[in-house]
């Protein structure tokens, strides 16, 4: 499995911005997808994650709830990570990834960044 991820760039404070995380490959080894993130000098963040099928079950991390939507089209097995009303404390790389389960990832986009300016 080979994820993509893309959409990150310079932004202003309050804009909103679309990431989205393209899957190729075996795709039918990916029950979840999710979303992290990791800001200059700090630990990755666990943003949000979604499960593939036609459920769709999504979480969130305590940090990003709100402001945050992660969804998918499984017809494009593509996942997307809307932001709203960002904020220079989002700046970070933001990382999809995807596996079996929850909490189990074993496939990660290379990561795109997104540099909110205030």
């Known amino acids: 499995v080979q994820l993509q991820a893309f959409g990150g760039g310079l932004v202003q404070a309050g804009d909103s911005l679309r990431l989205s995380c393209a899957a190729s490959?075996?795709?039918?080894?990916?029950?979840?997808m999710g979303w992290f993130r990791q800001a200059p000098g700090k630990a990755p963040d666990y943003v949000a994650a979604i499960i593939w099928d036609s459920g769709g079950t999504r979480t969130y991390g305590s940090s990003v709830k709100g402001r945050f939507t992660i969804s998918r089209d499984n017809i494009k097995n593509t996942v997307y990570l809307q932001i709203s009303s960002l904020k220079p404390g989002d700046t970070a790389v933001y990382y999809c990834?995807?596996?079996?389960?929850?909490?189990?990832?074993?496939?990660w986009g290379q990561g795109t960044l997104v540099t909110v300016s205030s």
């Open positions: 990834a995807g596996g079996l389960s929850w909490g189990v990832y074993d496939y």
């Open positions: 490959g075996r795709t039918g080894n990916i029950g979840v």
